[in-house]
């Protein structure tokens, strides 16, 4: 049986224009890594929404992992930036293999 | 006037926007691939300035092109102050979001600015090419005013602006708008003719296929609105009036010719809504994008298309035909 431990897998939705922000935050919280992804559309609290890179109002999703002391630190980091920019935070806990990669 | 009306709904590019809102309006699944708009985007935006500079290249910078680029950025820094009082009082809107929608009223569209140079042309008052270049320099300034009138004149020192400032300068469209300018320039007309079949042959059918995106973009946008009042609605169509009519004044009484005066009443009624709610999003957070966007997208962006255009060209005729000024025939 391999070996795995416990650490937080954080997803964030938030304007392809912000996108650098949160990633800057991330490697200040001192997490390695991190991966953007493109989303489509959604609809939240303001409405509908849908990509339109010609405009720039388009949205990724930004999944890091991390551990629970650095997740913390960037979730932090993050909450004021949550309400002004309508960005979505979520994290929940997850089993990685080799878990020295994962700060 | 009725003729001009006529020539504005007979010409493709208008007629394919109007397919996009109608096919929107019936909910049809009707889309353009994200990537191809956004390509077709650049691609119009290297043509728009290539075209430009050849223009400016042949014709060579006197006290015309000044005089226009000066009038330009006057306007562009100035209109956001008459839209806030505007907004803020008759619209009800506050501080912060009047500052934003006022800095997309004073800065300009691309796409409103193109279809205005085709319907001109078919009209005989192709507008200078330098026109190309008052329009990249109209670009900024409203967003400077906006954020004066949103945060007030000592707020706006904190980091967010200098990236705000590096987005609105380095943004792709005037990086590439600029650069094909200076390229056109450069290369001049025996440059150009290397590169045309590829920038002069497709660009009505690009056009054309854009302007239906714009149109299906615009009108779900307005189908999914909330934000927008009645009061707002009604302002979204008297600023271009307004700023429109004055613009293209200003381009007679500095000596433009029709075409030229009518091109700079255009960028001065057109409202952005690629570059500014991008600065917007970045600067001002807590305005409500569902109010500029709509406002500047779906409601200024149709007018301008499908009437005010035809006016201010109407407008730009009688004012140089009272003053004497070249009639822009060419």
């Known amino acids: 049986m391999i070996e795995t431990v416990t650490r937080k897998r954080i997803e964030i939705l ?26 489509s559309s959604g609809k939240g609290r303001e409405g509908v929404w849908r990509e339109e890179s010609v405009m720039g109002t388009d949205k990724v999703f930004v999944l890091t992992i991390a551990s629970e002391e650095n997740a913390q630190a960037l979730a932090e980091a993050l909450a004021p930036m949550l309400t002004n920019f309508g960005f979505l935070l979520s994290m929940w806990d997850v089993q990685v293999i080799r878990g020295e990669r994962f700060t | 006037m009725l003729e001009t009306a006529i020539q504005t709904f007979t010409s493709p590019v208008v007629l394919f926007f109007v397919l ?22 650049l691609y119009l935006m290297a043509a728009i300035g290539l075209k430009g500079g050849v ?37 009800k809107l506050d501080r912060i979001n009047s500052g934003a929608v006022a800095a997309h009223y004073g800065s300009i569209s691309v796409v409103t600015f193109v279809t205005a140079t085709e319907i001109l042309t078919g009209q005989a008052r192709e507008p200078g090419g330098y026109m190309v ?9 409203a967003i400077l005013s906006g954020l004066i009138l949103a945060r007030g004149a000592g707020g706006s020192g904190n980091q967010s602006t200098g990236e705000m400032l590096h987005e609105v300068f380095t943004n792709s469209s005037i990086v590439l708008l600029l650069g094909a300018f200076v390229i056109g320039m450069v290369g001049g007309e025996a440059g150009f003719d290397e590169v ?19 149109g299906l973009i615009a009108a779900r946008r307005m189908i999914d609105a909330r934000s927008v009042t009645w009061r707002l609605a009604a302002i979204a169509i008297f600023l271009p009036i307004v700023n429109g009519l004055a613009g293209t004044a ?13 091109a700079l009443g255009v960028l001065c009624a057109s409202a952005s809504y690629i570059a500014v709610p991008a600065a917007m999003r970045l600067a001002l957070p807590e305005a409500d994008p569902g109010i500029y966007l709509t406002m500047s997208l779906s409601i200024t962006f149709p007018f301008n298309v499908l009437i005010n255009i035809g006016v201010i060209s109407a407008f730009a005729a009688f004012l140089t035909g009272i003053t004497g000024a070249d009639g822009g025939v060419r």
């Open chain 2, 55 to 91: 223009a400016v290249s042949k014709s060579g910078i006197d006290a015309t092109v000044i005089s226009a680029l000066v009038a330009g950025i006057v306007a562009g820094f100035l209109l956001p102050f008459f839209a806030y009082a505007i907004l803020k009082t008759f619209g």
């Open chain 2, 250 to 262: 200003l381009g007679v009484g500095i000596g433009l010719d029709a075409g030229s005066s009518a």
């Open chain 2, 196 to 214: 045309s079949p590829f920038f002069e042959a497709g660009f009505k059918g690009v056009l054309c296929i854009f302007l239906l995106d714009m």
């Open chain 1, 14 to 39: 938030t304007d392809k224009a912000l996108q650098k922000r949160v990633t800057d935050a991330i490697e200040k919280a001192g997490i390695i890594g991190w991966t953007i992804l493109p989303v």
């Open chain 2, 20 to 41: 996009g809102l109608l096919a929107a309006f019936v909910r049809s699944d009707l889309a353009i691939p994200e990537p191809i708009a956004k390509a077709m985007s």
């Open chain 2, 133 to 141: 270049a008052v329009m990249a320099a109209m670009e900024a300034p």
